[in-house]
Nanobody, 128 residues
Framework: QLQLVESGGGLVQAGNSLILSCVSS????????IGWFRQAPGKAREGIAC????????NYIDSVKGRFTISKDNAQNMAYLQMNRLKPEDTATYYC?????????????????????WGQGTQVTVPS
């Protein structure tokens, strides 16, 4: 069973960058897809980026495409979300999730409930 822990959140001014990290404990990280999700107060959790188990396929929602980059280091059991040109609307709690389904990424990026393993989240705040 995977356990995931996110880090790297914080307060950042609009236009600046932040990188989120997700570390996994468990021997099967290299066979899991990773997704990054976020949830703003009063809003549903949304998938924003995912990467397949080998790191050969990625998917992004339109609002972060070109600004965010997801990556996965299977040797280190780590996943990352590089966030550039941050905007106030990016303010949310960000979650790392993992799933072993071959369809997890890109097919299920928009279906948070299908992802099996979740971290506790890290807060990102971009003041307006």
């Amino acid at each position: 069973q995977l356990q995931l822990v996110e880090s790297g959140g914080g307060l950042v001014q609009a236009g600046n960058s932040l990188i989120l990290s997700c570390v996994s404990s468990g021997p099967t990280f290299d066979t899991s897809a990773i997704g990054w999700f976020r949830q703003a107060p009063g809003k549903a959790r949304e998938g924003i980026a995912c990467i397949n188990e080998r790191g050969t396929t990625t998917n992004y929602i339109d609002s972060v495409k070109g600004r965010f980059t997801i990556s996965k280091d299977n040797a280190q059991n780590m996943a990352y979300l590089q966030m550039n040109r941050l905007k106030p609307e990016d303010t949310a709690t960000y979650y790392c999730a993992a799933d072993y389904s071959i369809s997890a990424c890109p097919t299920y990026l928009d279906s948070p409930r299908t992802w099996a393993y979740w971290g506790q989240g890290t807060q990102v705040t971009v003041p307006s």
